[in-house]
């Protein structure tokens, strides 16, 4: 009975886990899993005029009082920002700022723009910590529809 609930919790969460994201130089904090819409591996398709969630989870190795926060897509070499701001109006689980050995559980939700051609492309979302360092950053291959 129990092993069944274990199973069933298990596949519940392994089903919309994101395979194939990258950590991109995290100092603060260790990301575990992240999430993607209509998506469970890289790379991932952004249809242009639809909006995407991502989600990651993960536990802070660090204190930082403010997280200034970028979403941006890397299309052709260029960086281009979906979302920018305070990572904390993203926070869904855990408290904010980041407070060493705490979990986290950030949720943002983004339009891909409708002038994005239509090419393979890197998503990365990234975080700063007070002294402008890389708090949190991941990344996934991503291609525009
Ligand atoms: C996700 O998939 C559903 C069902 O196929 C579809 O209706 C929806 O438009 C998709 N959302 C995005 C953002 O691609």
Redesign the pocket.
Known sequence: MYTQIFFMFLLATTATALVGWRDCGSQMGSIYTVRM??CTQTPC?F?RG???EAEADGRWRANSNTLPFVLFVIVLGAPIPLLEGDACDYKIRGICPARNTDTFTFASYYPVPTNLPPVGGVARAQMYNDFGDTALCFELDVRIA
């Open positions: 819409t209509n398709l249809h639809q909006s995407y």
